[in-house]
């Protein structure tokens, strides 16, 4: 998920979190709770915003939907392409999903995203749908538009490993001039759970304006036919490339 820094946690009561007893809302909904929490919470009225899988497609809508209230951005492993491996994993999820309140389904998924135990007490607690519907909404494509009008520095990340989360990054940074696209080699989505160290860095030099971890290296441009394909699948109809 996202959190503006500088304020208070995100409520419990998020749709389809933990114990919230609701079932989880689409992308564009729990954005706009998002902004509602950072005009209601962050002094300065803007926020940086980190977000992790399914997060990042919400720290997209906020960005595309609400700029204004977005300062410095990190999206990792969360791409705005259609996966074409998304049928394989929406099959996996539907069938540990009866099982999401056991500890080995909550400690596999614990080592994927780097939960503690609260994390994962939360997780068990969640309904069982709504964690499937998460990810059938995570896996369908990107946004309802590119994010051109946002101002703010994004950072767009991903493990070495995600094949289909890197070249969305590249293509989208190609679209934006206030974006860069970098991968953790050799490493898998959600990667902070072993390189908690490597992440925090990022995190920080990024938000500062500081220089980024060298380990973190820089995405290949994507090719042209990539970003054309961006382009479609986000509705674009004018060019918005870099240069």
Not at 68 to 94: F, K, Y
Request: charged share 20%.
């Amino acid at each position: 998920m996202c959190w503006p820094t500088g304020s208070t946690a995100l409520p419990r009561t998020f749709p389809g979190s933990g114990r919230a007893g609701t079932s989880r809302s689409s992308r564009e909904v729990t954005s706009e709770l998002v902004a509602e929490l950072v005009e209601a919470r962050a002094p300065a009225g803007r926020a940086h915003v980190v977000a992790l899988s399914w997060g990042g497609g919400i720290a997209h809508e906020l960005l595309a939907r609400r700029p204004d209230l977005v300062d410095h951005v990190v999206i990792d492993g969360a791409g705005v392409l259609t996966s074409r491996s998304g049928p394989l994993v929406l099959a996996g999820v539907s069938a540990v999903a009866p099982f999401l309140r056991t500890r080995a389904v909550s400690g596999l998924f614990a080592q994927m995203v780097g939960m503690d135990e609260q994390g994962q007490a939360e997780l068990r607690a969640a309904s069982p749908t709504a964690f499937r519907r998460a990810f059938v909404e995570g896996f369908r494509s990107g946004v309802s538009r590119v994010e051109e009008r946002s101002e703010s520095p994004i950072l767009l990340v991903a493990g070495g490993k995600e094949t289909a989360v890197r070249p969305a990054n590249a293509a989208l940074a190609a679209l934006l001039p206030n974006a860069e696209a970098r991968y953790a080699p050799g490493l898998p989505h959600g990667w902070l759970a072993r390189r908690a160290d490597l992440h925090v860095h990022m995190v920080e030099a990024w938000l500062t304006g500081a220089e980024l971890p060298g380990e973190l290296l820089p995405e290949d441009p994507a090719p042209s036919e990539l970003v054309d394909r961006l382009r479609r699948e986000l509705g674009e109809t004018t060019s918005a490339s870099k240069g």
